[in-house]
């Protein structure tokens, strides 16, 4: 990015993250707030997403790396000016406990591997943000919300969507009463996924296939659109490639949720077909749709009364400043972003899955 570009973006981000402040509780000039001091775990696709994103924060900064890789590390020092004292490995990573340039630890590293690691950064004292899913099953996400709270530090998961303008606007508008009393959500989440060899087709990295991975946009999407959690189950798989997709590696399920209002879902979750991303919203007065619902943007949206124009904002630039105002100042998102909203998907998926295997109507209890 040239540097022209870079200010101008950083100066459309820095407009966009002083008009979210007042999303968050805790009146406080964003001239004084302090910085949250970031250090990333894993520096794949992802982690380099939300580094450049993080360029462009007023309150949050790279200042820390844990990489397996030293080519990765340096070239990452580079970039992003990291000190070699901030760097650290995955044997070396719990003496970060002893750096006080580090505030806390946001692991991005394959699904299995979160469990450890954010008990690991726990123990050494540091938040802990934790990509999405938060672990293999409830359980694990259990002890890691135990873990966190002993250690007393803070655990959010990377739900970037419960910053996004247009999402915020429909929960918004739903909150109002808008929509009327709501019926029915659909959420199509899938994407044909590539490379055969990747950790996301292997059981023992990912801990399962599309409703991990993808699918849990429409479970967690599903929750906050409606506004309530689910109280059963029902879902049906379907496997057109089981070279592809091995056991353990679902392809399409295809799921519904009824909530206590009386509002169904109804979603399909999948590794076998592109252009899925949507939610539609339908209450007894009015709709909202959003598509792309979920993907990095722009998001795009239209209700019954007409278009959605929110800002377009780069999703983890506002997540991380949002971040840093729950972990520094205490505020309190919109919709959670912590651990037990992420223990909740899990366990809606175990139902899912449960569900799948039976053909049985599974209650969910949360
Ligand atoms: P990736 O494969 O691109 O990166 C994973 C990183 O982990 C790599 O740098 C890899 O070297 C490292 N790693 C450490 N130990 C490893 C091991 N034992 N096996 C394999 N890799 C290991 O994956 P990604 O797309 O960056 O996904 C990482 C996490 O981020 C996943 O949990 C994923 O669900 C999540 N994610 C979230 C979003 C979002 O929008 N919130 C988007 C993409 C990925």
Same mark, same amino acid.
């Given at each position: &990015? ?12 820095? *407009? ?24 990333? &775990?894993?520096?794949?696709? @992802? ?5 450049? *994103? ?20 340096? /070239? ?13 490995? @995955? ?55 135990? /873990? ?76 906050? &659109? ?66 792309? /619902? ?25 997540? &991380?400043?949002?971040? /840093? ?27 899912? @899955? ?13």
């Amino acid at each position: &990015m040239s540097s022209r570009r870079r200010f101008l973006h950083q100066a459309a981000v820095s *407009a966009l993250a002083f008009s979210f402040v007042p999303l968050l509780s805790p009146a406080r000039s964003r001239h004084t707030a302090p910085v949250l001091r970031v250090a990333i &775990m894993g520096l794949g696709s @992802y982690g380099t997403r939300v580094a450049d *994103a993080m360029l462009g924060c007023t309150r949050a900064r790279l200042t820390g790396l844990i990489s397996g890789t030293p080519a990765k590390l340096q /070239a990452w020092r580079a970039k992003y000016t990291i000190p070699e004292k901030n760097c650290y490995n @995955y044997q070396t990573f719990d003496q970060i406990k002893n750096n006080p340039d580090i505030d806390a630890v946001y692991v991005i590293t394959p699904n299995a591997l979160h469990h450890d690691q954010v008990i690991r950064v726990a123990a050494a004292g540091k938040h802990v943000i934790c990509e999405k899913p938060m672990a293999l099953n409830p359980t694990q996400a259990q002890e890691m919300i135990d /873990a966190c709270r002993k250690a007393n530090v803070k655990l959010l998961v990377g739900y970037r969507m419960h910053f996004e303008p247009h999402t915020l606007e429909v929960i918004r508008q739903r909150q109002h009463g808008a929509f009327g009393k709501i019926l029915f959500f659909q959420g199509l989440s899938g994407f044909r996924i590539g490379d055969p060899s990747q950790w996301r087709l292997n059981p023992q990295l990912s801990g399962g296939g599309s409703m991990m991975d993808i699918g849990i946009y429409s479970v967690n999407g599903a929750r906050y &659109m409606i506004g309530e959690d689910p109280i059963w189950v029902t879902a049906q798989e379907t496997k057109t490639d089981p070279v592809r997709f091995k056991p353990g590696i679902e392809e399409t399920i295809q799921f519904q949720m009824g909530f206590p209002g009386g509002a169904v879902a109804s979603c399909l979750s999948t590794y076998n077909l592109n252009f899925l991303d949507k939610f539609f919203l339908d209450g007894a007065d009015g709709f909202a749709e959003l598509q792309p /619902a979920t993907n990095y943007g722009p998001i795009q949206g239209r209700t019954d009364k007409g278009p959605l124009n929110q800002p377009v904002v780069t999703h983890q630039t506002v997540q &991380m400043d949002q971040m /840093a105002g729950i972990l520094l100042d205490g505020a309190t998102p919109v919709v959670p972003v912590d651990g037990q909203e992420a223990l909740k998907d899990l366990k809606i998926i175990e139902a899912i @899955y449960a569900a799948a295997k039976t053909g049985n109507k599974v209650p969910v209890q949360l």
